[in-house]
């Protein structure tokens, strides 16, 4: 199977929270990222969590790491119009600082 | 805005066509990266830079041709492309190559091959 796997879509009311996973393979996993991809933009950096870390709060976005399960989400709380686009989450490996990216997630927040 | 720039933005070419995009960092990196995103693909990595040295090249085929002048400059250039080519490439950076540098990226180079 693919390193980085995440669900294709994801639809949520404006106002509600919403919840992106994220599994990846690789247990030597160093950083893990999240990504956000507006339509006809790249990639902007939301957020990251080092692997060692369980939680990590920055104002509306919480990014959950269980290492066990090889699990990462990202909880957006308050969802607003702005943030329908693209979610990716990435892994970096031990070695070099190369980026192995999942599928992507697409949100749409319905008002 | 992230402090890495592409240009063009939009790109269109024929077959056998010569073109090249740009990307540029305003961020004192020392690496830059190439990658590939396609319809129906996860993001690929294509080419590394680390100080003007490449230190990857996963298996690109040799219609894709990386330039890297100085830190601060990465080039594709591209020729004899397929309409498959056609995606967004996407220019990233980071201060170097070790594991625990952020990679910041650009807001990506549409290409589309007719």
Same mark, same amino acid.
């Given at each position: 199977g693919e390193d980085v796997e995440q669900s294709l879509f994801l639809s949520v009311r404006e106002g509600d929270s919403s919840v992106i996973n994220c599994t990846y393979t690789d247990s030597s996993s160093t950083y893990l990222y999240w990504y956000k991809q507006e339509p006809g933009a790249g990639l902007q950096l939301l957020t990251y969590i080092f692997s060692n870390m369980d939680m990590k709060q920055d104002q509306r976005l919480t990014v959950l790491l269980n290492k066990k399960d090889k699990h990462l989400s990202l909880r957006i709380a308050d969802?607003?119009?702005?943030?329908s686009a693209i979610y990716f989450c990435a892994e970096r490996k031990a070695a070099g600082n190369k980026l192995t990216f999942g599928g992507g997630t697409r949100v749409l927040v319905k008002p | 805005e992230t402090g890495v720039t592409q240009t063009p933005r939009h790109l269109v070419m024929g077959m056998t066509n010569k073109k090249s995009l740009k990307c540029e960092q305003? %961020?004192?990196?020392?690496a830059m990266y190439w990658y590939k995103q396609s319809a129906k693909k996860p993001l690929e990595l294509m080419f590394v830079y680390n100080f003007k040295e490449q230190t990857e090249n996963n298996s690109v085929p040799s219609r894709f041709s990386p330039e890297c002048p100085n830190s601060s400059h990465l080039f594709l250039h591209l020729h004899? %492309?397929?309409?498959?080519?056609s995606a967004l490439y996407l220019c990233a950076s980071s201060?170097?190559?070790?594991?625990?540098n952020t990679i910041y990226f650009g807001e990506g180079s549409w290409l589309t091959v007719v």
């Open positions: 969802t607003q119009t702005g943030d | 305003h %961020l004192g990196h020392n004899t %492309l397929q309409p498959e080519d201060l170097d190559t070790n594991s625990g």
